[in-house]
């Protein structure tokens, strides 16, 4: 199901209230992070249209396909604007392998957004959402953003659980920002 999103805005008003450091790296089509210690927003800005790139982050079934550390998903649910998702992941810590599973629900809610909140897994705490805003100047590009808030109970390492936290948030926004120039790679050889 492909929501409605909201009018396409220039980019100036889309990063307002940005630094100028994030608003230039977002220019340049850099993931960029903000908060810390649990509670972060991630943004990239890509050339695609809104349907491309809410095609990539709602394809749950794919994920391992594309997203770096995912290694299953499994929907167990779609019913109207619900689905329900297992997702094990994999990454390395010092020398070892370490795997989790969480089960989320996703809801697409109004204006191109899905909201996720976490059922049971590995993690105590992570909710938020995906919102994809799409932008008039530059035409043909959205400002893709994920407002995630993520808690584990990992005792002494848990800054280290933080500091990886993040690390897989931008190698995530990379890895579906370079799903969706591959997906689009088709529509601009037709188009020509």
Not at 64 to 81: I, R
Request: proline share 5%; hydrophobic share 40%; with cysteine.
């Amino acid at each position: 199901m492909t929501p409605q999103f909201h009018p396409s805005q220039p980019l100036s008003q889309a990063l307002q209230g940005l630094p100028e450091d994030d608003q230039k790296a977002l220019r340049q089509g850099q993931v960029v992070i903000s908060g810390a210690a649990g509670e972060y927003i991630v943004r990239v800005v890509i050339s695609a249209s809104p349907q491309m790139a809410w095609e990539v982050i709602s394809d749950y079934g794919n994920f391992p396909n594309f997203l770096p550390n995912v290694t299953d998903t499994t929907v167990l649910d779609e019913s109207g604007s619900k689905t329900v998702v297992e997702q094990t992941n994999t990454c390395r810590v010092l020398l070892a392998d370490i795997e989790s599973t969480v089960l989320t629900e996703n809801v697409t809610s109004d204006a191109g957004k899905i909201e996720f909140r976490l059922l049971d897994g590995d993690l105590d705490q992570l909710h938020g959402y995906w919102q994809i805003v799409p932008l008039s100047n530059p035409a043909n590009h959205i400002l893709l953003k994920q407002v995630v808030t993520a808690e584990a109970d990992i005792g002494i390492l848990e800054g280290g659980f933080y500091k990886l936290f993040e690390q897989t948030l931008q190698s995530n926004l990379e890895a579906i920002q370079a799903e969706i120039n591959r997906r689009k790679t088709p529509e601009v050889s037709q188009a020509i």
